[in-house]
């Protein structure tokens, strides 16, 4: 009996709880496993180390801080984990900085919903 591929390892850093609820749900429904969950920059960056997951679906802005601050610390720390940018704040300005610093997509909430799973997944490939 072949042996089926490990899930894709996603954690969520996201301030609104009520978006990583659904997030958690299209994940979950694309196969993919939710490892982890924080609303706050140093809880985020502290879960994303401690579960390493394969992929981390990332705001602009949490509470208390920003995702910048999250995606610098973990890429220091753990340059193999991708990310995929995911937020309403998805002017030029803050696609091309969070590009630059490091994150593999930049997806706008309010009109790529509908691409998060295949962003993720694709991230998810260029981490091995």
Same mark, same amino acid.
């Given at each position: 009996?072949?042996?089926? *591929?490990? *899930?894709?390892?996603?954690?969520?850093?996201?301030?609104?709880?009520?978006?990583r609820?659904?997030?958690a749900?299209?994940?979950?429904?694309?196969?993919?496993?939710?490892?982890?969950?924080a609303?706050? *920059?140093?809880s985020?960056?502290?879960?994303?180390?401690?579960?390493?997951p394969?992929?981390v679906?990332?705001?602009v802005?949490?509470?208390?801080?920003?995702?910048?601050?999250?995606?610098?610390?973990?890429?220091?720390?753990? +340059?193999d984990?991708?990310?995929?940018?995911f937020s309403?704040?998805?002017? +030029?300005?803050?696609?091309?900085?969070?590009?630059?610093?490091?994150?593999d997509?930049?997806?706008?909430?309010?009109?790529?919903?509908?691409?998060?799973?295949?962003?993720?997944?694709?991230?998810?490939?260029?981490?091995?």
């Amino acid at each position: 009996m072949p042996r089926r *591929p490990a *899930p894709v390892k996603v954690f969520l850093a996201d301030d609104s709880t009520l978006v990583r609820g659904r997030v958690a749900a299209l994940l979950d429904a694309g196969g993919m496993a939710v490892v982890g969950q924080a609303g706050t *920059p140093q809880s985020s960056v502290a879960g994303i180390l401690d579960a390493r997951p394969d992929v981390v679906v990332l705001d602009v802005r949490l509470e208390g801080g920003m995702g910048l601050e999250v995606l610098r610390k973990v890429r220091d720390a753990e +340059p193999d984990i991708a990310f995929v940018v995911f937020s309403i704040h998805a002017g +030029p300005a803050y696609r091309k900085r969070y590009l630059q610093e490091g994150a593999d997509r930049f997806l706008d909430k309010s009109t790529e919903f509908d691409q998060l799973v295949l962003a993720v997944a694709d991230a998810s490939r260029h981490t091995h």
